[in-house]
């Protein structure tokens, strides 16, 4: 069981809050990307690299880490970012995001850089993967587990329900899916584009064990990591409901946000609101 005192809680809050920093200027000095997810995901990805996950950032591709795979990879910037700070490479390397020969892709790409599981792009694909190396995992008798983060507009796809079919029928217990509720796609809301809910409902009919919570509380989160560690005979769906733009009040639930980055005098607004958001953090912990 993973153990969360109020110290270590402190620590991933004020992380999460150094990446969203780090996101701003990696966007804003790539002049493209998307800012509104990135941000809205940026507890959950602290808690993961920080706290949840068994990895090694000394040796990437040690064969007994457990696997994180993000489906939707338009989110990569929180990702690189926290990578970053895990020490899985210079963190001076961000600014170099979407940039000609750059490691770090508009879209993760596996062979670009270590410690990326899967290239993703196509959204819907990333849950079918997961499952791949999961049952791999499975048939060599591993004890590594496998997170698939997703976000909800991937469930417009037909793909995705292929997956959450199989990964039902098969009992995969060693699979939690993580998924960023947080309402909004490229072009619109969820439930104005393709009305999703109950998604709870949906996921329990296929028989997945799913769990609800506050996406920016992290104490929830590890608890519902636990939990999906408790289930034996089902893959777990964690729904994570997110503000995206999260910390940023001008960019919090426009989905007009999703896939642009913050110019330089937003930026300046942006990364002003979330050092007086740090401050808070630190004093509340105190």
């Known amino acids: ?19 969203r920093q780090d996101i701003i ?7 493209s990307g998307h800012s509104a997810g990135p941000l809205g995901m940026a507890d ?3 808690a993961l690299y920080f706290h949840v996950l068994n990895h090694d950032p000394g040796n990437p591709n040690w064969e007994d880490r457990d696997r994180l795979l993000v489906s939707n990879g338009h989110i990569c910037p929180v990702q690189y970012v926290t990578m ?43 849950l079918s993967q997961a499952i791949g190396v999961a049952l791999a995992g499975e ?15 991937e469930q417009n796809e ?8 199989f990964a039902g029928k098969r009992k995969m217990r060693r699979l939690t899916a993580i998924m960023d509720r947080n309402n909004i796609q490229i072009d619109g809301h969820t439930e104005d584009i393709m009305p999703l809910e109950p998604l709870r409902a949906k996921y329990e009919a296929f028989n997945w064990h799913v769990l609800e919570i506050d996406g920016h509380n992290i104490e929830a989160f590890v608890d519902a990591i636990n939990e999906s560690k408790a289930i034996y005979e089902k893959p777990t769906m964690i729904i994570a409901h997110t503000i995206p733009g999260k910390g940023v009040s001008f960019m919090e639930g426009d989905y007009q946000w999703h896939g642009k980055p913050p110019k330089p005098d937003e930026a300046k607004i942006a990364l002003k609101e979330l050092r007086t958001l740090e401050g808070r953090i630190v004093s509340e912990h105190e």
């Open 139 to 153: 048939l060599d008798e591993k004890r590594f587990w496998t997170y698939c983060i997703c976000s909800d507009g």
């Open 84 to 126: 970053a700070h895990a020490g899985y490479f210079p963190k001076e390397e961000l600014l170099t995001l979407r940039k000609l020969d750059s490691r770090l892709q508009g879209h993760p790409h596996r062979t670009s850089l270590a410690g990326l599981e899967t290239t993703s792009g196509p959204l819907g694909s990333g």
């Open 25 to 31: 200027n990696t966007l804003v000095e790539a002049g």
């Open 44 to 46: 959950i990805f602290a």
């Open 158 to 165: 037909g793909n995705f329900w292929e997956a959450v079919m």
């Open 1 to 19: 069981m993973l153990r969360l005192n109020s110290s270590k809680e402190a620590e991933l809050y004020a992380k999460a809050n150094q990446i």
